[in-house]
């Protein structure tokens, strides 16, 4: 089936014409419509626009000289603005709004000819590890509807596993892409914190907002990498430095590289499973001539607590614009000012950005920001020396991405510190702003498993040289679920 | 009855000057805000939609910086932005982009230069760099009461600089206000208009008793559009203060708006009420970095600044302090001087001091009179310095009188016609011939018998009077020289 090629195979088909776009495009429509039921992956739905602009491709000619991901259907997280294209971050608030403008990174993908099938659900102001946070409802796992397909990146994980589309785009602040990616069995891409620009992508958490995507293959992550990197003049904290040919890393060999495997990332509670598999990962690459060395990042244990002090508070900053007076929900009824306020934004959040708003007010809050925001940001340092240090002795780390196997639908949803847990082991690489990799390496229980590739900041190549030599070595990455038919089974 | 105490008063300044950049602080939109139809200076940044992002204005920087410099601050090499939370809904982002505890320019002063001609050092805290909010307007639409929300405003660059409450009077303060202005202008950074809101002030107040240390109980005082709106409020702060002193009230620490109708300070909040602003470092810019190559570039920029010049004028020209004032009160009047004393410099002798002086005498009694009289500006002023020269020269060489050289200054002042054409047109060469004046002479001393008689009785200064009376009879053209000896003689 057409659906299950990667993004770089079908791109071959369409450069030597055995395939239209207009065919390409028709069977990821077909694939949507049979899954989307299922799967709710989708917010908004592009696929007329999508025909035609396959259609208007087809007509051009050639999708080589349209550019590198000409005719290619891709899904954009719904907190992507999209100029014309309902964008609601998943949230009520944001529920009728329209932008006035492209992200950067959409802008890019679209002028290198990508055709956008839709806006991908995700959890409300990408506030969550499961996907339950919509306020439009959850998304299922492909694998077993009765999971969480990993979250916030909710509907990029579940479309491309399902294979709608070659390639979706994600936000990863503490995980958001690298757990859904390993939670559907696919590729997820967290660049490097400066690496891809931010403009245009509600945010969350401006100091750790990375913005990644969620592929089929490595080489597939590589390539969108190169299409989206690099300065952008609208946002002041991506730099200049040059964009590599990360596609041409992907062959190059691995033996004599050194991978680090961070022993604090065992942590107590993790499942055996993921031990197991991750284990057979780090004799594959020894295999491949790898050394293999133990590391630590001794304050690893202190990163969650950070995140959940550092995130907050920029959340209470940043949802501050959403108060019904420009755009989005707004109480029209509301007899003054005031209570427009409250009442926009009480009905208008949902439970898991007002806890976030609530506690980021606290920790900022005069008497407080000392003991709270300041000394975070402290100790963030730390966990940035902790990598500095490691990769002072390794090339890459390699690491579970969960502790767990993905989990059923409400298992957690009222129990938000459970739910903070699940990013236990992806949180510490925002922080240090250095780039993560999640490739699928195995199964469990019916349900995929991820370990993550982490790499200095800026040296994404490094990773996708990794990770690539244990894709092709192992193919996990051509498992594809079958969506509630033979349940559990591959 | 316990005997009225004596108060001082103690005065500090918070001032922001809005800069006259080309774009906002954080995005490309035109910062020519004022006058402009509501909502049509904005982009995505300014409006605050979602996924916008703030790049710095690095122009805006530099001339904050530059401002550092002239009130002779420590600029920070290292900077940063943090942002200041609250709701507003002319505040699109709900939080302003300012800096919070590592501003630009940190310790220094202004040296102002009091009406009696003394100067004091004001102490400058801190000038930091941030954003305008939009505006508000309330108004009626189809009979509903609303507010509108106007954001071209929001977003444009605006600095804060905070003095220390070295001020000690309402006049101290407005001069503070009007030097802060004269500054910014000469610095091109700012028109630092108060009227159109390009700078605005807001007062924390206090008294304490006569000789005390310890500072009082200060109030802010807001709303004030004009540097006759702040010596006054100020004064009827003063006024209020007193009185609640004198009766042992005590004084509430609070904002207080300025009622210009009504002449008085009202309560606006308590500081009980006051918010809680959550400062925290602007994630979405990195730290600023100054190095010492653009802080060289940047104090190359800055020119010599008025109170600079104005010690030299005195200097170099000998100009008395008031005349000195006036000539730099602004950088296109100071610089018209100098160009006009160089023309007069070469095209004649005499010392740079004489003709400092006489080119002085000229503008302050004529082109300023003229400026002063329509509202001009130097810049819109139709006479070049080299044409006042002209002028000067005639009247030096006796071509023309004192009296018609002033009437012929006015007349090019405002037609942009030559002194050497005016004069023509006119007929108003000086008439110095012994034989063309006497009959004026003669008919003067006919018609004003009287004071021929006290001249003759000895009373020679209503030689002075006839001497007039000669000019006026001449229609100004009479060298008044050669009247005198033409009298002296004729009446001896």
Same mark, same amino acid.
């Given at each position: 089936?057409?659906?299950?090629?990667?993004?770089?195979?079908? *791109?071959?088909?369409?450069?030597?014409?055995?395939?239209?776009?207009?065919?390409?495009?028709?069977?990821?429509?077909?694939?949507?419509?049979?899954?989307?039921?299922?799967?709710?992956?989708?917010?908004?739905?592009?696929?007329?626009?999508?025909?035609?602009?396959?259609?208007?491709?087809?007509?051009?000619?050639?999708?080589?000289?349209?550019?590198?991901?000409?005719?290619?259907?891709?899904?954009?997280?719904?907190?992507?603005?999209?100029?014309?294209? *309902?964008?609601?971050?998943?949230?009520?608030?944001?529920?009728?709004?329209?932008?006035?403008?492209?992200?950067?990174?959409?802008?890019?993908?679209?002028?290198?000819?990508?055709?956008?099938?839709?806006?991908?659900?995700?959890?409300?102001?990408?506030?969550?590890?499961?996907?339950?946070?919509?306020?439009?409802?959850?998304?299922?796992?492909?694998?077993?509807?009765?999971?969480?397909?990993?979250?916030?990146?909710?509907?990029?994980?579940?479309?491309?596993?399902?294979?709608?589309?070659?390639?979706?785009?994600?936000?990863?602040?503490?995980?958001?892409?690298?757990?859904?990616?390993?939670?559907?069995?696919?590729?997820?891409?967290?660049?490097?914190?400066?690496?891809?620009?931010?403009?245009?992508?509600?945010?969350?958490?401006?100091?750790?907002?990375?913005?990644?995507?969620?592929?089929?293959?490595?080489?597939?992550?590589?390539?969108?990498?190169?299409?989206?990197?690099?300065?952008?003049?609208?946002?002041?904290?991506?730099?200049?430095?040059?964009?590599?040919?990360?596609?041409?890393?992907?062959?190059?060999?691995?033996?004599?590289?050194?991978?680090?495997?961070?022993?604090?990332y065992f942590v107590k509670g993790i499942e055996k499973e993921v031990v197991d598999a991750t284990e057979k990962a780090i004799e594959v690459y020894k295999s491949l001539g790898v050394k293999i060395k133990e590391v630590s990042l001794p304050h690893t244990?202190?990163?969650?607590?950070?995140?959940?002090?550092?995130?907050p508070s920029e959340v209470s900053s940043n949802l501050a614009r959403y108060d019904g007076v420009r755009y989005g929900y707004s109480d029209t009824e509301a007899p003054d000012m005031l209570s427009r306020y409250f009442n926009s934004r009480r009905d208008?959040?949902?439970?898991?950005?007002? *806890?976030?708003?609530?506690?980021?007010?606290?920790?900022?809050?005069?008497?407080?920001?000392?003991?709270?925001?300041?000394?975070?940001?402290?100790?963030?340092?730390?966990?940035?020396?902790?990598?500095?240090?490691?990769?002072?002795?390794?090339?890459?780390?390699?690491?579970?991405?969960?502790?767990?196997?993905?989990?059923?639908?409400?298992?957690?949803?009222?129990?938000?510190?459970?739910?903070?847990?699940?990013?236990?082991?992806?949180?510490?690489?925002?922080?240090?702003?250095?780039?993560?990799?999640?490739?699928?390496?195995?199964?469990?229980?019916?349900?995929?498993?991820?370990?993550?590739?982490?790499?200095?900041?800026?040296?994404?190549?490094?990773?996708?040289?990794?990770?690539?030599?244990?894709?092709?070595?192992?193919?996990?990455?051509?498992?594809?679920?079958?969506?509630?038919?033979?349940?559990?089974?591959? | 009855?316990?005997?009225?105490?004596?108060?001082?008063?103690?005065?500090?300044?918070?001032?922001?000057?809005?800069?006259?950049?080309?774009?906002?602080?954080?995005?490309?939109?035109?910062?020519?805000?004022?006058?402009?139809?509501?909502?049509?200076?904005?982009?995505?940044?300014?409006?605050?939609?979602?996924?916008?992002?703030?790049?710095?204005?690095?122009?805006?920087?530099?001339?904050?910086?530059?401002?550092?410099?002239?009130?002779?601050?420590?600029?920070?090499?290292?900077?940063?932005?943090?942002?200041?939370?609250?709701?507003?809904?002319?505040?699109?982002?709900?939080?302003?982009?300012?800096?919070?505890?590592?501003?630009?320019?940190?310790?220094?002063?202004?040296?102002?230069?009091?009406?009696?001609?003394?100067?004091?050092?004001?102490?400058?805290?801190?000038?930091?760099?941030?954003?305008?909010?939009?505006?508000?307007?309330?108004?009626?639409?189809?009979?509903?009461?609303?507010?509108?929300?106007?954001?071209?405003?929001?977003?444009?660059?605006?600095?804060?600089?905070?003095?220390?409450?070295?001020?000690?009077?309402?006049?101290?303060?407005?001069?503070?206000?009007?030097?802060?202005?004269?500054?910014?202008?000469?610095?091109?950074?700012?028109?630092?208009?108060?009227?159109?809101?390009?700078?605005?002030?807001?007062?924390?107040?206090?008294?304490?008793?006569?000789?005390?240390?310890?500072?009082?109980?200060?109030?802010?005082?807001?709303?004030?559009?004009?540097?006759?709106?702040?010596?006054?409020?100020?004064?009827?702060?003063?006024?209020?203060?007193?009185?609640?002193?004198?009766?042992?009230?005590?004084?509430?620490?609070?904002?207080?708006?300025?009622?210009?109708?009504?002449?008085?300070?009202?309560?606006?909040?308590?500081?009980?009420?006051?918010?809680?602003?959550?400062?925290?470092?602007?994630?979405?810019?990195?730290?600023?970095?100054?190095?010492?190559?653009?802080?060289?570039?940047?104090?190359?920029?800055?020119?010599?600044?008025?109170?600079?010049?104005?010690?030299?004028?005195?200097?170099?020209?000998?100009?008395?302090?008031?005349?000195?004032?006036?000539?730099?009160?602004?950088?296109?009047?100071?610089?018209?001087?100098?160009?006009?004393?160089?023309?007069?410099?070469?095209?004649?002798?005499?010392?740079?001091?004489?003709?400092?002086?006489?080119?002085?005498?000229?503008?302050?009694?004529?082109?300023?009179?003229?400026?002063?009289?329509?509202?001009?500006?130097?810049?819109?002023?139709?006479?070049?310095?080299?044409?006042?020269?002209?002028?000067?020269?005639?009247?030096?060489?006796?071509?023309?009188?004192?009296?018609?050289?002033?009437?012929?200054?006015?007349?090019?002042?405002?037609?942009?016609?030559?002194?050497?054409?005016?004069?023509?047109?006119?007929?108003?060469?000086?008439?110095?011939?012994?034989?063309?004046?006497?009959?004026?002479?003669?008919?003067?001393?006919?018609?004003?018998?009287?004071?021929?008689?006290?001249?003759?009785?000895?009373?020679?200064?209503?030689?002075?009077?006839?001497?007039?009376?000669?000019?006026?009879?001449?229609?100004?053209?009479?060298?008044?020289?050669?009247?005198?000896?033409?009298?002296?003689?004729?009446?001896?």
């Amino acid at each position: 089936m057409q659906r299950f090629f990667t993004l770089t195979e079908a *791109r071959e088909k369409l450069v030597k014409k055995e395939l239209s776009v207009t065919q390409l495009i028709e069977e990821a429509v077909t694939t949507i419509n049979t899954t989307e039921k299922k799967l709710h992956a989708f917010n908004t739905l592009t696929l007329e626009q999508a025909l035609e602009k396959a259609a208007k491709i087809d007509r051009q000619g050639t999708v080589k000289d349209i550019g590198p991901m000409g005719g290619i259907p891709i899904g954009y997280k719904d907190n992507f603005c999209t100029k014309g294209v *309902r964008t609601t971050a998943s949230s009520n608030i944001l529920g009728n709004y329209i932008p006035i403008y492209n992200a950067t990174v959409v802008d890019r993908y679209e002028k290198a000819g990508a055709i956008s099938v839709g806006k991908l659900n995700c959890d409300a102001f990408a506030h969550g590890s499961s996907g339950e946070n919509s306020d439009f409802g959850p998304t299922k796992n492909p694998w077993n509807l009765e999971y969480v397909p990993g979250g916030s990146s909710s509907g990029s994980g579940a479309l491309v596993a399902s294979g709608g589309a070659f390639l979706a785009t994600g936000t990863d602040t503490g995980g958001s892409i690298r757990l859904p990616a390993s939670f559907c069995g696919i590729v997820g891409l967290k660049p490097s914190y400066g690496r891809v620009s931010r403009y245009g992508i509600v945010a969350m958490t401006s100091s750790t907002d990375s913005i990644g995507c969620l592929t089929r293959s490595v080489k597939d992550a590589a390539l969108a990498l190169e299409v989206t990197a690099g300065k952008d003049i609208h946002d002041g904290t991506t730099v200049d430095k040059k964009v590599e040919s990360y596609t041409s890393f992907c062959g190059k060999p691995v033996k004599g590289m050194t991978i680090g495997i961070p022993k604090e990332y065992f942590v107590k509670g993790i499942e055996k499973e993921v031990v197991d598999a991750t284990e057979k990962a780090i004799e594959v690459y020894k295999s491949l001539g790898v050394k293999i060395k133990e590391v630590s990042l001794p304050h690893t244990e202190y990163a969650t607590a950070v995140y959940y002090i550092v995130t907050p508070s920029e959340v209470s900053s940043n949802l501050a614009r959403y108060d019904g007076v420009r755009y989005g929900y707004s109480d029209t009824e509301a007899p003054d000012m005031l209570s427009r306020y409250f009442n926009s934004r009480r009905d208008g959040f949902g439970a898991e950005a007002k *806890r976030r708003i609530m506690i980021g007010t606290y920790a900022l809050s005069s008497g407080y920001y000392d003991a709270y925001y300041k000394k975070a940001q402290q100790v963030r340092t730390l966990v940035c020396d902790d990598f500095k240090k490691a990769f002072q002795k390794v090339d890459l780390l390699l690491a579970p991405v969960s502790p767990t196997l993905p989990f059923k639908i409400g298992e957690k949803a009222s129990d938000p510190l459970q739910m903070y847990l699940s990013d236990i082991l992806t949180i510490a690489v925002n922080l240090a702003g250095v780039p993560g990799l999640a490739i699928p390496c195995g199964f469990a229980k019916g349900l995929p498993i991820g370990i993550q590739v982490i790499a200095p900041q800026f040296e994404e190549a490094k990773m996708f040289q990794a990770g690539y030599a244990y894709e092709q070595e192992t193919k996990w990455h051509t498992m594809h679920p079958t969506l509630g038919e033979n349940n559990g089974k591959k | 009855m316990v005997k009225n105490k004596e108060y001082e008063t103690v005065i500090g300044l918070e001032v922001h000057v809005e800069l006259a950049t080309k774009s906002k602080m954080f995005c490309s939109c035109s910062a020519d805000w004022f006058g402009e139809k509501p909502n049509t200076h904005n982009c995505p940044v300014c409006m605050g939609l979602p996924g916008a992002l703030p790049v710095p204005n690095g122009k805006a920087i530099e001339m904050c910086v530059k401002v550092g410099l002239a009130l002779n601050c420590t600029v920070a090499k290292e900077s940063k932005f943090d942002r200041k939370n609250y709701f507003y809904p002319d505040l699109p982002k709900g939080y302003q982009i300012s800096q919070f505890d590592q501003p630009l320019s940190v310790k220094g002063y202004l040296p102002l230069l009091l009406d009696d001609g003394t100067v004091k050092r004001i102490g400058i805290t801190r000038i930091h760099q941030e954003e305008d909010t939009g505006k508000l307007i309330h108004s009626v639409v189809d009979g509903k009461k609303v507010s509108l929300v106007d954001l071209n405003r929001s977003g444009v660059p605006l600095i804060e600089v905070v003095s220390e409450p070295d001020i000690s009077s309402p006049q101290e303060a407005k001069l503070f206000l009007q030097q802060m202005r004269q500054i910014v202008r000469y610095l091109e950074v700012s028109d630092g208009d108060m009227e159109k809101g390009s700078l605005r002030c807001d007062a924390n107040i206090s008294l304490r008793p006569k000789g005390d240390k310890k500072l009082g109980t200060k109030v802010e005082i807001k709303n004030m559009n004009s540097f006759r709106s702040v010596e006054r409020a100020l004064e009827s702060e003063i006024v209020r203060q007193t009185s609640l002193l004198n009766e042992e009230k005590k004084i509430v620490q609070e904002t207080r708006g300025w009622d210009e109708d009504k002449a008085k300070t009202f309560s606006q909040r308590s500081k009980e009420e006051s918010s809680d602003y959550r400062y925290f470092p602007e994630p979405d810019v990195p730290p600023m970095l100054l190095t010492e190559q653009q802080l060289t570039n940047i104090k190359k920029e800055i020119p010599e600044l008025g109170f600079e010049k104005y010690t030299r004028l005195q200097k170099e020209y000998g100009l008395s302090k008031k005349f000195a004032a006036i000539l730099t009160e602004s950088r296109n009047m100071a610089q018209f001087y100098e160009d006009a004393v160089s023309v007069l410099m070469k095209a004649s002798k005499g010392t740079k001091e004489q003709a400092g002086k006489d080119v002085a005498n000229w503008i302050v009694t004529g082109v300023m009179k003229y400026l002063n009289e329509t509202g001009a500006s130097i810049r819109e002023l139709l006479v070049e310095p080299a044409e006042l020269i002209e002028l000067i020269l005639f009247v030096r060489d006796g071509t023309v009188s004192q009296t018609a050289g002033a009437q012929i200054l006015d007349e090019m002042l405002r037609t942009d016609k030559s002194a050497r054409y005016i004069i023509e047109e006119k007929g108003l060469q000086q008439i110095s011939g012994t034989s063309e004046l006497e009959g004026i002479v003669d008919k003067v001393i006919r018609e004003h018998p009287e004071e021929v008689k006290k001249f003759k009785e000895g009373k020679t200064q209503v030689i002075g009077f006839l001497i007039g009376i000669g000019m006026k009879e001449s229609k100004g053209k009479a060298n008044p020289q050669v009247l005198k000896g033409l009298f002296d003689k004729k009446l001896k």
